[in-house]
C-alpha cells in the first residue's frame, strides 16, 4: 500500500513537472525569445530584403496594415516598414509582445 502511494506521488510530481516545464505560458516564451535574437542575427538579410518588398503591394495613398498571426515574441517587427499599422495575436506571448512594442514605437499596433 505505502508502496502504491508512493509511486502515484511520483506520477503525480512527474506531471506536475512536465506542466510546468512544457507549459507554453511558462517555458516556451522565454525560451524563444532568446532563440529569436539568435535567428533574427543570421536571417536579418533575407528578412529585410523580403519584408522591404512590402510596400509594393500597396498605393502611396493606402496605409500598409500587415496581419501578424501567431507574432509570438515580436521579432518580425524590427523589420516592418516605417509608419505601417500591424494587426497581431499570440496570447501565450503577451509579456514578450508588449515589451517588442515598447521597442518599436514607429509602428502602429494592434493585439487581437
Same mark, same amino acid.
Given at each position: 500500500?505505502?508502496?502504491?502511494?508512493?509511486?502515484?506521488?511520483?506520477?503525480?510530481?512527474? #506531471?506536475? &513537472?512536465?506542466?510546468?516545464? *512544457?507549459?507554453?505560458?511558462?517555458? %516556451?516564451?522565454?525560451?524563444?525569445?532568446?532563440?529569436?535574437? $539568435?535567428?533574427?542575427?543570421?536571417?536579418?538579410?533575407?528578412?529585410?530584403?523580403?519584408?522591404?518588398?512590402?510596400?509594393?503591394?500597396?498605393?502611396?495613398?493606402?496605409? #500598409?496594415? &500587415?496581419?501578424?498571426?501567431? *507574432?509570438?515574441?515580436?521579432?518580425? %517587427?524590427?523589420?516592418?516598414?516605417?509608419?505601417?499599422?500591424? $494587426?497581431?495575436?499570440?496570447?501565450?506571448?503577451?509579456?514578450?509582445?508588449?515589451?517588442?512594442?515598447?521597442?518599436n514605437q514607429?509602428?502602429?499596433?494592434?493585439?487581437?
Amino acid at each position: 500500500m505505502l508502496l502504491q502511494q508512493f509511486l502515484a506521488l511520483l506520477v503525480y510530481l512527474f #506531471l506536475f &513537472l512536465r506542466h510546468l516545464i *512544457c507549459s507554453k505560458k511558462i517555458f %516556451f516564451p522565454p525560451v524563444m525569445e532568446r532563440f529569436t535574437i $539568435i535567428y533574427n542575427r543570421k536571417t536579418s538579410d533575407q528578412k529585410q530584403e523580403l519584408l522591404s518588398s512590402s510596400q509594393e503591394f500597396t498605393n502611396t495613398t493606402e496605409e #500598409l496594415v &500587415l496581419l501578424d498571426i501567431s *507574432c509570438g515574441t515580436g521579432a518580425n %517587427f524590427q523589420f516592418y516598414l516605417l509608419g505601417c499599422r500591424v $494587426i497581431c495575436t499570440d496570447p501565450d506571448f503577451e509579456k514578450f509582445l508588449f515589451r517588442k512594442i515598447a521597442e518599436n514605437q514607429y509602428l502602429q499596433i494592434e493585439i487581437l
